[in-house]
């Protein structure tokens, strides 16, 4: 009788804990991170009365939860790349926002300008276009001021979320560092058996700092989770964890950079590729900085050629036209890490070779190297950094003050800080150059047939521009300038003295004299305004291939492209993310259909289990009343 009444026991103990684990899992159907729970249950050891064994029942073996590594991983992994994904497409989208829809914007103020300058070489005297000039103007560097501040704002933006994040993940990893602690403790207060509980919770702890950033895992034998981040730095080892922490970039200490506690402020922001942590240093290293260089190329570019242009007209009292713009100085930053006290000074020297990269100049083995910062790749360098002999490459000039250390670096930056720095200076309207700065004619006595051109300024500097100037034919095929030595004479070819060229075309005779002077007085004149209008299709940056417009016309595009890749690929990791999710869901996931099938299931076997009882329970009775002979 004992075996049917330990067996039933047995039994009912068992549905017992079936049922309630069933319940509880209908109870956490909608708990994030609840793994289904099940009971295990194995055949009690039988019972041997020498002759043959009688089984002994059931023994609940301990609950097992649902759980696939292989899913868990596959679906942290793509948390982390969709997190990253979210992160840049937030910033793609403002500044495709920003750049590209918006009408009154900066390829609207640039045509606007230029037709401006077209107005006034309509009619060059006139007070009123030359006013509407520089109102154009004034529009011109108050969009790309606006733009640069919003760029700068989004920059702060990304400051204020990266914090945001370090401050999140420390406090994730700690707790999963007291879970780690807890977990180790209960499962060997339990002979081994792991708390389920425990583990849900340190699961989605996991899943939640997958999507801040990029993690890796391993397992010790005990039960403690690791975690690591970036390229292996350990974030979590078993019951200890090492903090993140933010510090300034070494060449610009208000872009935040990521370390950690005990990396004494090495930065590894660029081992952190992943999770929105990652997507954030992505946004700001391959969105928002290069879209701020680009701008400030092209106010670089416009204030140099503009100014330059003004420069080498004459305005309406006959003086060199004034400065519209002011002209953005270029960036060069000495690293913290610098050693000694020299310092870099760099100017943009050649607009048409000027990028939008910035560079990194290295002094090492009493060398300098030049490198682009976004890919590392190296600069073609000459000259020694001396006012005398200064650095170029790529349209720059770079002069090192002081006695450089091996190891000394500095960031280049031609066109980061332009944008925010560009301003329209001129008020006056009475100064804008729409003449130009000489003219030529024929004397009248002139027996051949030779024309000679309206003239062109190479050298506004020059203080000889405006002397006059006499070209006397000394033959058909010679001249001489102000009566100096003959030179041969070319058709149509270049004539340069004092800063200014000329073109003679034509069959000269001998005698024929030809005068270049000054063009003060002539008001009506508009050729410099001709040419400052024709600017907008000129080809100025790319060595000559790219006018301003076109510049911002790409800079546009590729924004607009950019957005839409990371838009594509978003909505394709989404799609992946949501079969990550499902995967997890079909293994770890309750059903409560099938959870109320089990309910019913277990339920049966209980009161079946109940019924073995009462059936012992009355065969017991049975033989007590036989053996007290009733």
Known sequence: MSNVFGISVSALQAFQAAINAASNN???????????????????????NGSFTVGAGVVVAGTSRAYSQAAANQLNTSQSTLGQLTALQSYTSQIDNLFGTNAGGLSTALQSFYSAWSDVANNPTSTASRQALLGQAQSVATSIQNDSSQLNALNTDVNGRITADVTQINSIATQISALNQQIVVSTGQNGGQQPNELLDQRDQLLSNLSQLVGVTTTTDSNGSLNVFVGNGQPLVLQGQTTALTTVGNQFNASQLEISTSALNGTPISARITSGDLGGLLSARTQVINPALNQLGQVATALSQTVNSQQAQGLDL???????????????????????????????????????????????????YSLTRSIDGSSVALSGNGTAASPLTAEGLSIV???????????????????????????SDPSKIAAAGAVQTSASNANTGDATISAGSVLDAANPNLLNAVTIQF???????????????YTDGGNIAVNG??????????????????SNAGGTGDNRNALAAANQQTTGILGNGTTSITGAVSAMITGLGSQ????????????AINNQAVANVQSVSGVNLDEEAASLLQWQQAYQAAAQALTIGNSLFTTLINSVNGR
């Open 317 to 367: 009292k006959g003086q060199f036209g004034a400065a519209i713009f002011s002209t953005p100085a270029a960036g060069a930053v000495a690293s913290s890490k610098n050693t000694d006290a020299t310092t870099a000074s760099v100017s943009v020297t050649g607009v048409g070779a000027l990028t939008a990269n910035d560079y990194v100049l290295s002094y090492n083995a009493g060398a």
């Open 26 to 48: 209908v109870a956490n159907a909608s708990t994030p991170g609840y793994d289904r729970e099940t009971v295990n249950l194995t055949e009690a050891l039988p019972q041997s």
């Open 400 to 426: 090192l003050t002081g006695t450089p250390a091996a190891g000394d670096q500095f960031l280049i930056q031609p066109t980061a800080g332009a944008a925010s720095s560009f301003k329209a200076v001129l």
């Open 563 to 574: 957005a839409q890749q990371i838009n594509t690929a978003h909505t394709a990791q989404t």
């Open 474 to 488: 000394t033959s058909a095929t010679t001249y001489s300038v102000n009566g100096g030595p003959n030179t041969a």
């Open 500 to 517: 200014w060229e000329v073109q003679i075309s034509g069959a000269p005779a001998n005698g024929d004299v030809f005068t270049i002077k």
